[in-house]
């Protein structure tokens, strides 16, 4: 179940965002994206420094492990992310 408004866009800018990328690319907007910006000052920009953190922050793997870590769970998950 998806919320109408993940999944519209709540904002006009979102709205605006989305018929851009389906303008370019064909595509709708990924849905990492669209829960992004739901409610981006209570989710989205805190998720996305904590994600940043981990991804960039001090590690004992490369930055680069990292992603392909990320990128074998999102496969694992059937997402295409």
Do not use: K
């Not at 605006?16 to 989710?43: K, N």
Request: glycine fraction near 8%; hydrophobic fraction near 40%.
């Amino acid at each position: 179940m998806r919320l109408a408004n993940v999944e519209r866009g709540g904002r006009f800018a979102d709205r605006l965002l989305y018929a851009v990328i389906r303008r370019f690319s064909g595509l709708r907007a990924p849905d990492v994206l669209r829960t992004l910006r739901y409610r981006e000052p209570r989710f989205g920009r805190p998720y996305s420094a904590h994600m940043q953190a981990v991804m960039r922050g001090p590690s004992e793997w490369s930055v680069g492990e990292r992603e392909l870590f990320a990128a074998f769970v999102s496969r694992v998950n059937d997402c295409p992310f």
